[in-house]
């Protein structure tokens, strides 16, 4: 199909491409040029003066991620993500950095260090070991377990950033990581890239993920739709989705005009389960999943859950587990109940069968006992004496037997201590875990914190090294400038004295004439000249000596 004039970017997939909605720039200005990723910086050339750009890692619609090294470090290596100065066109790109950095999150793509030129802004972030989640999709769907194991802790992060005054806005699949950390995976949300203020009118996003007051954004609508970061939980919502049932069953992945996708989003928010998908989901499980599946893709924002409430909701993912433990548990104790049943009626036939072979028994040993009764009575006499004896040995024995049956019922009853102790000891092994995997957690993020509170330390503390030696170098000058200019009032203040000293010596001078010519008996001053008729003419009076401060 052909792309329609509001994208800012060729579109390769139906809708499916990221673009930027240039109505949202400045009023009055003109028109972006096509955002052309060529004039980006090449393998082995240099970014902010430290980094050394190894291969390429991807490219996307607004620049490109390079393996890189530091020059000073060779060893150390960084994911450098070049975007295009365009793609920034009305933002405070260098707030935005800062509020990225700040936004801290062991499941969220650390910022390490960035910077900015005329043509694009740049910055790094660890190289991760692993798979995005739209290359594990290829291979098969999510299960719930494994949907609920990757998205609480995205949900988690994503809020993270949401409370620090940043949405995300291009949620996708291809913006998931799957990283491998000591054999288990570890989701982490990668290109933050256009990521913005919560409140901004930037509006960036993927069509197939967008949720449709963004949608309608980017289609250049004349009214003034209100932003906000409920976009995000409608964008993660869409990408589970996606990883549950697949593209055959994700309603809009056929769209092809935006009436296709508005329709594909007034089914998300209706029906979003198609009765083919999830066939193994039935019952009270699959109708909450749907539930929850058709609040996050509210169609009106002001209604959706928070990024807060959506990653407590997706507990959802395991109501089938629960459920199916709860149908184990109760048919191990059917199970039980009907052994018990059986082993009792098997203990009722072995009675019966014993008192046949009894009576029997009896029958044949009355014969007997008939025989040996006249010599049983010739021996009375002679047994009578080992009567008592058999007495006390047959006590002897039941108070063994007695004894016997106490030691079972003390072993049955340590042996039902035994189990209930080591029951116990699993349960707290299992807690133990789970709270040594949390205290990990706030480890990991309080040590993000520390370093990037180091590092903002160490930016404010180098700017007020700089402003101090510039005001050190500027009063430095300032002070050469005054002890010159004193030297030179110095010089004057010497010339001045001079001149006056010449001025008394000549006023004396004066002085002395007229007082020769008031006497006519005093002889007259020698001159060099033959003196005229006329005097010569008085000096004017000395000026007054200048005060001068020193």
């Known amino acids: 199909m052909t792309p329609k004039p509001a994208f800012r970017s060729t579109i390769t997939q139906a809708l ?9 720039s400045d009023p009055g200005s003109s ?10 910086p090449e393998v082995g050339d240099m970014v902010g003066s430290m980094y050394r750009l190894i291969r390429v890692l991807g490219q996307g619609t607004f620049g490109k991620v390079y393996v890189a090294e530091r020059v000073d470090v060779p060893e150390h290596q960084v994911a450098l993500k070049i975007t295009l100065r365009e793609a920034y066109s009305g933002r405070d790109v260098e707030r935005e950095l800062v509020m990225l950095a700040a936004a801290g999150h062991p499941h969220m793509v650390q910022l390490k260090d960035h910077g900015t030129t005329a043509e694009y802004v740049w910055f790094t972030m660890p ?4 798979e995005t989640l739209a290359k594990r999709l290829q291979r098969g769907t999510l299960s ?17 950033l949401h409370r620090s005054g940043l949405r995300h806005q291009d949620l996708k699949p291809d913006n998931v990581f799957l990283a491998q950390f000591g054999g288990r995976i570890h989701p982490i949300i990668l290109d933050l890239g256009v990521a913005a203020e919560r409140t901004s009118k930037f509006v960036a996003g993927t069509i197939l993920f967008a949720s449709p007051e963004q949608t309608l954004a980017l289609t250049h609508s004349e009214e003034d739709v209100p932003l906000s970061e409920k976009m995000d939980t409608y964008g993660l919502a869409a990408t589970l989705l996606l990883s549950l049932v697949g593209t055959e069953y994700f309603p809009g992945s056929n769209a092809g005009t935006y009436q296709e996708m508005e329709s594909a989003q007034h089914l998300r928010a209706t029906h979003p389960l198609a009765s083919e998908a999830l066939p193994h989901l039935k019952g009270n499980a699959r109708k909450l999943l749907e539930k929850a599946l058709c609040a996050w893709f509210t169609l009106d924002p002001s209604q959706r859950p928070s990024m807060a409430e959506m990653a407590d909701g997706l507990d959802v993912l395991l109501e089938q587990e629960r459920e199916e433990k709860k149908a184990e548990a109760l048919a191990r104790t059917r199970q039980k109940a009907k052994l018990l049943r059986t082993r009792l009626a098997v203990v009722a036939l072995m009675v019966l069968a014993l008192g046949f072979l009894g009576a029997a028994y009896s029958k044949r040993e009355t014969l007997q006992l008939a025989n040996e009764l006249e010599q049983a009575r010739a021996e009375e006499k002679q047994s009578f004496d080992n009567l008592n004896t058999c007495n ?15 030691t079972l019922q003390e072993e049955a009853s340590l042996r039902r201590e035994q189990e209930k102790l080591r029951k116990s000891s699993d349960e707290s092994k299992d ?21 990037a509170a180091a590092k903002a330390c160490s930016s404010e503390r180098e700017k007020l090294v700089a402003e101090q030696q510039k005001q050190v170098k500027e009063l430095t000058e300032e ?29 004396a001078v004066c002085q002395l004439g007229r007082k ?6 005093t002889d007259p001053l020698p001159s060099a000249s033959t003196p005229s008729s006329t005097p010569p003419p008085l000096p004017p009076p000395p000026a007054e000596d200048p005060i001068i401060w020193e």
């Open 127 to 130: 190289v991760y070991e692993g």
């Open 479 to 507: 002070r050469d400038n005054q002890r010159q200019l004193a030297e030179e009032c110095q010089g004057q203040v010497d010339k001045l004295r001079q001149g006056n000293t010449r001025c008394e010596a000549d006023l």
């Open 16 to 24: 499916a491409d990221t673009v930027i909605d240039e109505s949202r």
């Open 516 to 521: 020769n010519r008031d006497n006519p008996y």
């Open 31 to 40: 028109p972006r040029p096509t955002l052309d990723v060529s004039k980006l």
């Open 431 to 451: 807690e133990c875990t789970k709270q040594l995997m949390t205290f990990d957690t706030k480890v990991k993020t309080c040590e993000d914190d520390a370093d």
């Open 392 to 406: 006390a040995a047959q006590k002897i024995v039941q108070r063994r037997l007695a004894r016997c049956e106490e």
């Open 144 to 160: 719930l377990k494994e949907a609920h194991e990757i998205f609480v802790p995205i949900a988690r992060s994503l809020d993270a």
